[in-house]
């Protein structure tokens, strides 16, 4: 290896032009290829194999149910349930007329299903309870059906104030509505209009449980040949929602979240800052160079060095994948950062050689004799850290592992051919000073005398790193590896505080709706389980019963509910409607509670005797805008028919059901999901009911296995493959022994340095451990191979400014990961360098010395 290594310097050195050229036009072509045939795939499904057991179950279900892929979820809020219908349904109408950005546009749990069979839906208790006080406001119905108007309301209070002043009425129940309508009274009085929500007037409980919240789903055309696929179609929603008058007005909020914008706003936060993020690493590269080499004859041609074994990298991954996924898109700061220590220790030790060495030629082959094999010992440990990764499940970072792992291939031939081409060109100047750090004569002085009391520290620090590393948790949720503060994340994080809108829930498929009904009444009593829903509950049980309550209630209200012709409304009619009921409400204030919000809306009404007639109209229009569709709506809700598999609506079919008979079964889990720990509880619960499951709790949590299982399976193959490198390499089982126990105690100074800064593990950051092999390696061998060759003071030696400078380099690129706006990639680059300091640390200080308290062999 030594003399291969000598000769390809030699030659290269020799035939100087001819190498150049030859890497340019290898360049030329491979990026004229690159810029054709290398794509982005930001889809993270693509990030694990399709053979995988979970894989293939998520994507049987995507199969059947595409619609629930590839989606833009928009977020509708309002102050009011029919400001927040309305909103939605104008939203849907402008998407779905949009067909050069969109597919479609629904809104779920809409149309004349819900709102004619929809009573049905609900358990029988909370039905009873609901038609009951529907009843008991005959009175009040029959009056706004009649008079659908201001006037028509004003008389129902009239007569409200009458039952009170003969005993005969008791607003207890009814004290929340109460405060309601005076709230908007009062505001319409005061010349302050705002509409008045009738859903929640005359339905309470129903319009609590729906809440304010609806929801209109999306697909979006998508370009996948563009870094963001859904970008366009994103900015287009957006122009849509700005449009819309409840927007702009204030009374409506429009905000989204889903896979696409989700998928989109973590490549935007991974690409964010990377061309600055590159152009300030190269500017710090090059003053550490200039800190190692101090001469623009050696930093132009590693430079020159490094930008070419990273295009000839880019041109290897374009030629042998084709695509760069959300993880291996990160390959080329790892690529700068590391490769770059093969051509610093060149040229350091090429600098070292020289104040030994007059002549360019000679000296450029002894520092290949000397630096040659450490660097090709170095560049394989580190292969091996990355392609040990490409047997895994985890394809992403297989294939990071794979461009990565060969590039340090591709660095290392740059470094014995490329480099010296250069180098004969720039002809670096001798040395007059011995090259090294004075500092280092003081460490190696230190080290010499107490290694023992230094080794006890370590011993003492390696056992806190283990407990450290036992410790050491795994956050499965890849929500807490993205940029918190995109539009997409935020929208999300607004919906976890309901267990219903929670986005980790599981799907299972049931053979049938009888076994659908028995699989959910099993699961939903487990504790980790809020709510399930199938396509069994839209075939509700104890029909006839329910019926029963619904066409009792329908007899009872059918005169009240009976459409008239009302009256015509005028400033007038209104005034003395307001008159006759304030005068009744006063009649009786003695009779009322002190707090009594008919008080409050007597006070109002004596308000509108005097105003002015748009003021009045006003008021009416306001508090009436939503009155005759909430009596609609509770006329269709009174004329529910029995429902039956057959006679569903397409979209509930097409969403619960499939074409062989098997339902949908969805199960949501509590609050307490939201956290790693309880979503793998939550899963772990289910698995107990039904053993394969699929939806994003599930597999969120089979990715973390899969994640853990690879990067075990990975570390394993690196180790072995390292040690088996060092034993070819050192061909001494105790030099090889001594690299491994320097690497593992890197790799327990990581854990602790991890605890102390509170970084957990995640799909992102994990990356980092099997590379702290490789990195790790490379340090310990250069020391080890020259205290074996002689040398008796390692810190102060051209190899410790060498691996000094390197270490800052590799921090340099590492750094530009930590600032990244994704936080996952962030955590990569910060668990980085606290690997790369934990390597540091056990190169500088624990390696010497235990070399220094060894015995050295003869």
Same mark, same amino acid.
């Given at each position: 290896?030594?003399?291969?290594? +000598?000769?390809?310097?030699?030659?290269?050195?020799?035939?100087?032009?001819?190498?150049?050229?030859?890497?340019?036009?290898?360049?030329?072509?491979?990026?004229?290829?690159?810029?054709? @045939?290398?794509?982005?795939?930001?889809?993270?499904?693509?990030?694990?194999?399709?053979?995988?057991?979970?894989?293939?179950?998520?994507?049987?279900?995507?199969?059947?149910?595409?619609?629930?892929?590839?989606?833009?979820?928009?977020?509708?809020?309002?102050?009011?349930?029919?400001?927040?219908?309305?909103?939605?349904?104008?939203?849907?109408?402008? =998407?779905?007329? %949009?067909?050069?950005?969109?597919?479609?546009?629904?809104?779920?749990?809409?149309?004349?299903?819900?709102?004619?069979?929809?009573?049905?839906?609900?358990?029988?208790?909370?039905?009873?309870?609901?038609?009951?006080?529907?009843?008991?406001?005959?009175?009040?119905?029959?009056?706004?059906?009649?008079?659908?108007?201001?006037?028509?309301?004003?008389?129902?209070?009239?007569?409200?104030?009458?039952? *009170?002043?003969?005993?005969?009425?008791?607003?207890?129940?009814?004290?929340?509505?109460?405060?309601?309508?005076?709230?908007?009274?009062?505001?319409?009085?005061?010349?302050?209009?705002?509409?008045?929500?009738?859903?929640?007037?005359?339905?309470?409980? =129903?319009?609590?449980?729906?809440?304010?919240?609806?929801?209109?789903?999306?697909?979006?055309?998508?370009? @996948?040949?563009?870094?963001? $696929?859904?970008?366009?179609?994103?900015?287009?929603?957006? &122009?849509?929602?700005?449009?819309?008058?409840? =927007?702009?007005?204030?009374?409506?909020?429009?905000?989204?979240?889903?896979?696409?914008?989700?998928?989109?706003?973590?490549?935007?936060?991974?690409?964010?800052? +990377?061309?600055?993020?590159?152009?300030? #690493?190269?500017? !710090?590269?090059?003053?550490?160079?200039?800190?190692?080499?101090?001469?623009?004859?050696?930093?132009?041609?590693?430079?020159?060095?490094?930008?070419?074994?990273?295009?000839?990298?880019?041109?290897?991954?374009?030629?042998?994948?084709?695509?760069?996924?959300?993880?291996?898109?990160?390959?080329?700061?790892?690529?700068?950062?590391?490769?770059?220590?093969?051509?610093?220790?060149?040229? *350091?030790?090429?600098?070292?050689?020289?104040?030994?060495?007059?002549?360019?030629?000679?000296?450029? /082959?002894?520092?290949?004799?000397?630096?040659?094999?450490?660097?090709?010992?170095?560049?394989?440990?580190?292969?091996?850290?990355?392609?040990?990764?490409?047997?895994?499940?985890?394809?992403?970072?297989?294939?990071?592992?794979?461009?990565?792992?060969?590039?340090?291939?591709?660095?290392?031939?740059?470094?014995?051919?490329?480099?010296?081409?250069?180098?004969?060109?720039?002809?670096?100047?001798?040395?007059?000073?011995? /090259?090294?750090?004075?500092?280092?004569?003081?460490?190696?002085?230190?080290?010499?005398? @107490?290694?023992?009391?230094?080794?006890?520290?370590?011993?003492? =620090?390696?056992?806190?790193?283990?407990?450290?590393?036992?410790?050491?948790?795994?956050?499965?949720?890849?929500? %807490?590896?993205?940029? $918190?503060?995109?539009?997409?994340?935020?929208?999300?994080?607004?919906?976890?505080?309901?267990?219903?809108?929670?986005?980790?829930?599981?799907?299972?498929?049931?053979?049938?709706?009888? %076994?659908?009904?028995?699989?959910?009444? &099993?699961?939903?009593?487990?504790?980790?389980?809020?709510?399930?829903?199938?396509?069994?509950?839209? *075939?509700?049980?104890?029909?006839?019963?329910?019926?029963?309550?619904?066409?009792?209630?329908?007899?009872?209200?059918?005169?009240?509910?009976?459409?008239?012709?009302?009256?015509?409304?005028?400033?007038?009619?209104?005034?003395?409607?307001?008159?006759?009921?304030?005068?009744?409400?006063?009649?009786?204030?003695?009779?009322?509670?002190?707090?009594?919000?008919?008080?409050?809306?007597?006070?109002?009404?004596?308000?509108?005797?005097?105003?002015?007639?748009?003021?009045?109209?006003? +008021?009416?229009?306001?508090?009436? &805008?939503?009155?005759? %569709?909430?009596?609609?709506?509770?006329?269709?809700?009174?004329?529910?028919?029995?429902?039956?598999?057959?006679?569903?609506?397409?979209?509930?079919?097409?969403?619960?059901?499939?074409?062989?008979?098997?339902?949908?079964?969805?199960?949501?889990?509590?609050?307490?999901?939201?956290?790693?720990?309880?979503?793998?509880?939550?899963?772990?619960?289910?698995?107990?009911?039904?053993?394969?499951?699929?939806?994003?709790?599930?597999?969120?949590?089979?990715?973390?296995?899969?994640?853990?299982?690879?990067?075990?399976?990975?570390?394993?193959?690196?180790?072995?493959?390292?040690?088996?490198?060092?034993?070819?390499?050192?061909?001494?089982?105790?030099?090889?022994?001594?690299?491994?126990?320097?690497?593992?105690?890197?790799?327990?100074?990581?854990?602790?340095?991890?605890?102390?800064?509170? !970084?957990?593990?995640?799909?992102?950051?994990?990356?980092?451990?099997? !590379?702290?092999?490789?990195?790790?390696?490379?340090?310990?061998?250069?020391?080890?191979?020259?205290?074996?060759?002689?040398?008796?003071?390692?810190?102060?030696?051209?190899?410790?400014?060498?691996?000094?400078?390197?270490?800052?380099?590799?921090?340099?690129?590492?750094?530009?990961?930590?600032?990244?706006?994704?936080?996952?990639?962030? #955590?990569?680059?910060?668990?980085?360098?606290? #690997?790369?300091?934990?390597?540091?640390?056990?190169?500088?200080?624990?390696?010497?010395? !235990?070399?220094?308290?060894?015995?050295? &062999?003869?």
């Amino acid at each position: 290896m030594r003399r291969l290594i +000598m000769t390809a310097v030699a030659l290269s050195r020799r035939h100087a032009r001819a190498v150049i050229a030859a890497y340019l036009a290898a360049i030329v072509l491979g990026l004229a290829y690159t810029s054709s @045939h290398l794509g982005i795939d930001t889809n993270t499904d693509h990030l694990f194999a399709a053979s995988l057991p979970w894989r293939q179950e998520q994507m049987k279900f995507d199969r059947a149910f595409p619609q629930f892929q590839n989606l833009i979820v928009a977020v509708v809020r309002a102050d009011m349930p029919e400001t927040a219908d309305a909103t939605a349904k104008a939203l849907a109408a402008k =998407v779905a007329e %949009d067909k050069t950005h969109f597919h479609d546009a629904s809104r779920p749990g809409t149309g004349s299903f819900y709102d004619r069979d929809g009573l049905l839906l609900l358990p029988e208790t909370q039905l009873a309870t609901l038609l009951n006080s529907i009843v008991t406001a005959q009175p009040f119905l029959g009056q706004l059906s009649a008079d659908p108007s201001a006037a028509g309301l004003f008389k129902a209070l009239d007569l409200m104030a009458v039952g *009170v002043g003969a005993g005969q009425a008791n607003l207890a129940p009814y004290r929340a509505q109460l405060d309601t309508f005076r709230k908007a009274l009062a505001a319409a009085a005061a010349g302050h209009p705002a509409p008045l929500s009738w859903q929640s007037l005359l339905m309470p409980g =129903v319009a609590a449980e729906q809440g304010n919240v609806r929801f209109v789903l999306i697909h979006p055309v998508l370009d @996948h040949g563009a870094l963001e $696929p859904g970008g366009v179609a994103t900015a287009a929603l957006r &122009r849509i929602i700005a449009g819309l008058p409840e =927007v702009k007005d204030g009374s409506a909020r429009i905000s989204y979240t889903g896979q696409i914008p989700l998928s989109d706003e973590q490549f935007a936060s991974l690409t964010q800052g +990377m061309v600055a993020g590159l152009l300030i #690493s190269t500017a !710090l590269i090059t003053l550490w160079l200039l800190l190692a080499v101090r001469s623009w004859r050696m930093i132009v041609p590693i430079l020159a060095t490094l930008l070419a074994g990273l295009a000839l990298t880019i041109s290897f991954a374009a030629l042998a994948i084709g695509t760069l996924n959300l993880i291996s898109v990160a390959f080329a700061i790892l690529f700068v950062g590391l490769a770059v220590d093969f051509a610093i220790q060149f040229c *350091v030790r090429l600098r070292d050689v020289r104040r030994r060495v007059d002549d360019p030629a000679l000296a450029l /082959i002894g520092a290949a004799d000397e630096a040659g094999v450490q660097i090709a010992l170095a560049a394989g440990a580190t292969a091996c850290g990355f392609l040990a990764f490409v047997p895994t499940s985890f394809v992403g970072v297989a294939e990071l592992g794979l461009i990565a792992g060969i590039g340090m291939v591709i660095a290392f031939i740059c470094t014995i051919t490329f480099l010296p081409a250069l180098l004969a060109y720039t002809r670096p100047r001798g040395e007059a000073e011995r /090259i090294g750090f004075p500092l280092g004569d003081w460490g190696d002085s230190a080290l010499q005398r @107490h290694g023992r009391p230094v080794l006890g520290i370590f011993a003492a =620090v390696a056992i806190a790193g283990i407990l450290a590393a036992a410790t050491l948790q795994f956050d499965a949720n890849p929500l %807490d590896t993205q940029n $918190p503060n995109t539009e997409a994340m935020r929208t999300l994080h607004s919906l976890l505080d309901k267990s219903v809108t929670n986005p980790f829930y599981i799907n299972v498929l049931a053979k049938n709706v009888e %076994d659908a009904r028995q699989l959910s009444a &099993r699961l939903g009593k487990l504790p980790e389980v809020s709510q399930v829903i199938s396509g069994a509950t839209f *075939v509700p049980q104890h029909q006839a019963a329910k019926l029963g309550m619904i066409r009792q209630t329908q007899g009872i209200l059918a005169p009240s509910l009976a459409a008239g012709t009302p009256p015509a409304v005028t400033p007038q009619r209104l005034r003395a409607a307001a008159a006759k009921a304030a005068a009744e409400i006063a009649a009786v204030a003695g009779k009322l509670p002190k707090d009594s919000p008919l008080l409050g809306i007597g006070a109002a009404l004596e308000q509108l005797k005097s105003a002015p007639d748009a003021r009045v109209m006003a +008021m009416n229009a306001a508090l009436t &805008r939503y009155l005759p %569709d909430a009596l609609t709506r509770l006329n269709q809700a009174l004329s529910a028919q029995e429902i039956t598999a057959a006679n569903l609506p397409q979209s509930v079919k097409r969403d619960w059901f499939l074409p062989g008979g098997e339902v949908r079964v969805q199960v949501i889990p509590t609050a307490a999901a939201q956290s790693s720990a309880g979503l793998w509880r939550f899963v772990r619960a289910v698995e107990t009911v039904v053993p394969v499951a699929a939806g994003p709790a599930a597999t969120t949590v089979a990715t973390a296995q899969t994640i853990l299982g690879a990067f075990r399976e990975a570390a394993a193959l690196a180790a072995a493959a390292i040690g088996l490198i060092l034993m070819l390499f050192l061909r001494s089982a105790r030099d090889s022994a001594l690299v491994v126990l320097t690497l593992a105690l890197s790799a327990v100074l990581t854990a602790l340095f991890a605890h102390l800064a509170g !970084l957990q593990l995640n799909y992102a950051n994990i990356i980092a451990l099997p !590379l702290l092999l490789g990195v790790g390696v490379s340090f310990n061998v250069y020391f080890v191979m020259n205290w074996r060759d002689g040398m008796k003071h390692l810190l102060g030696s051209a190899t410790a400014r060498a691996v000094l400078f390197s270490a800052l380099t590799t921090g340099t690129a590492f750094g530009s990961l930590a600032a990244s706006q994704d936080r996952g990639t962030a #955590s990569l680059g910060a668990l980085l360098l606290l #690997s790369l300091l934990a390597v540091l640390i056990a190169t500088f200080v624990f390696l010497p010395a !235990l070399l220094y308290v060894l015995p050295r &062999r003869e």
